[in-house]
């Protein structure tokens, strides 16, 4: 996997054949597959661009950042985009929009994020020609006293027809949680497959028993359950999983 870096708020220069990098914008050239790493970041602005014909998947990776991010993807004819996001910060304030503008592109958007204190996103997706499809799937663990929303817009314009669009957020509170789930769909045409679900509560006793029956703690019981959740759809290296398991770890100390 390739790595690209956002740090102190800019994209370091990175060049190779499949991709071109400058200070607010990523375009994928061929088939590919990248880590986008953020560190010591506040405030980014981010265009990412798929040309046509082109499949790309990327798994954004930011913990202890304080950031606020506005993000648009950009989808030419045929392209499929894959995003897989790991977030641990101390605040996000997430801003997306997602231009599905080719003719049968798609993107699935996987994001797992463990709360520490306000998370907000907002997302916007425009079906914008017809056979497009957009999967998007939030998983959200809020730990005691965060507060978490999350407002997805799903738009559909007459004449964009055999769209299929797909909402599915889920919100574990993990104690005194604020959360917030706003899933909405505007839709102007009849040929289309939409759905969405929306979760807020907390791990399932009786899933919690069974663990404890089998003389595990209560501590490795629930962070187990927590491992299940955050990565259960994202695709992760044993690198990155390794980390994600260790940041579990330190959250339940």
Excluded at 43 to 50: A, D, E, P, Q, T
Excluded at 79 to 96: A, D, G, H, Q, R
Excluded at 232 to 239: A, E, P, R
Aim: with cysteine.
């Amino acid at each position: 996997m390739n790595k690209i870096v956002i740090d102190n708020n800019k994209l370091l220069s990175y060049s190779d054949d499949s991709v071109i990098v400058d200070s607010k914008s990523i375009e994928f050239l061929k088939n590919s597959n990248y880590k986008i790493e953020i560190v010591n970041t506040n405030k980014l602005n981010l265009n990412i661009k798929v040309r046509a014909n082109i499949m790309v998947k990327i798994f954004l990776f930011s913990v202890d950042n304080d950031i606020s991010v506005n993000v648009k993807y950009e989808l030419d004819d045929n392209s499929n985009l894959v995003v897989y996001k790991f977030y641990n910060n101390i605040n996000n304030n997430i801003y997306e929009e997602i231009y599905l503008n080719g003719n049968n592109s798609s993107i699935y958007y996987n994001l797992s994020s463990i709360s520490k204190n306000v998370e907000d996103y907002k997302m916007v997706i425009y079906h914008n020609n017809y056979n497009v499809k957009s999967n998007i799937s939030n998983r959200c663990v809020g730990m005691d006293g965060s507060k978490v929303t999350y407002s997805i817009d799903s738009i559909l314009e007459k004449g964009n027809t055999n769209c299929v669009m797909n909402q599915d957020t889920k919100i574990i509170c993990m104690g005194d949680v604020d959360a917030k789930v706003e899933p909405n769909m505007i839709i102007d045409e009849d040929d289309v497959e939409a759905r969405h679900g929306s979760v807020i509560g907390k791990f399932s006793y009786d899933d919690l028993f069974y663990l404890l029956s089998r003389g595990i703690s209560e501590e490795v019981a629930i962070s187990l359950m927590i491992k299940g959740f955050i990565m259960g759809h994202l695709d992760l290296n044993k690198k990155d999983e390794e980390k994600i398991i260790k940041i579990i770890k330190n959250e339940m100390e």
